[in-house]
T-cell receptor, first 115, second 110 residues
């Protein structure tokens, strides 16, 4: 089945640090990747849609200058949380899709804790 | 906009059958998906319905009625490992982009 690898699994860092999270589709070419954020006991909130070779489309309320997304190839998308603060602490999950109505396959998520 | 409603919690007995309902409101519609998420883990895909009717995959089945903007996930022969959160998700504005419901926490009792 489709495999999506997300790295790192967890990060603990000081306030003001920028953190980069990688999402790779290991056995298929993902034309579209998605980034979600999930707070404890809540649902997944879509942050942005990332298409290879073009700018990401951000959901309303998501700061594009704070959450930088790069999708340079069909197998890799990165999310950089710039100047992270404690309120950015959350579970960040990426997913990848062949496109169209194909199901999304999720990475294992990155637990980010900002001290 | 898009919105989905599903029960927040459901409790069932091991070996029983449980149905998790989902109603949605979207301006467009491509399909309804179901995902399972265990505590601390990432969501895993269970099923997808684009057309009306029942889709069966082993112990899990999913149903869709587009005219009623309604679907459900049916879990049979419940096992303790089925204790998890279940999310319905709708593809409304585009085929690939999905919006998740708030999730239903399923607890299985021996």
């Amino acid at each position: 089945g489709a495999v999506v690898s997300q790295h790192p699994s967890w990060v603990i860092c000081k306030s003001g640090t920028s953190v980069k999270i990688e999402c790779r589709s290991l056995d298929f070419q993902a034309t579209t990747m998605f980034w979600y954020r999930q707070f404890p006991k809540q649902s997944l909130m879509l942050m942005a849609t990332s298409n290879e070779g073009s700018k990401a489309t951000y959901e309303q309320g998501v700061e594009k200058d704070k959450f930088l997304i790069n999708h340079a190839s069909l197998t890799l998308s990165t999310l950089t949380v710039t100047s992270a603060h404690p309120e950015d602490s959350s579970f960040y999950i990426c997913s990848a899709s062949w496109g169209g109505s194909q199901p999304q396959h999720f990475g294992d998520g990155t637990r980010l804790s900002i001290l | 906009g898009q919105s989905l409603e599903q029960p927040s919690e459901v409790t069932a007995v091991e070996g029983a059958i449980v149905q998790i309902n989902c109603t949605y409101q979207t301006s467009g519609f491509y399909g309804l998906s179901w995902y399972q998420q265990h505590d601390g883990g990432a969501p895993t895909f269970l099923s997808y319905n684009a057309l009306d009717g029942l889709e069966e995959t082993g112990r899990f089945s999913s149903f869709l009625s587009r005219s009623d903007s309604y679907g459900y996930l049916l879990l049979q022969e419940l096992q303790m490992k089925d204790s998890a959160s279940y999310f319905c998700a709708v593809s409304g504005s585009s085929a690939s982009k999905i919006i998740f419901g708030s999730g239903t926490r399923l607890s299985i009792r021996p």
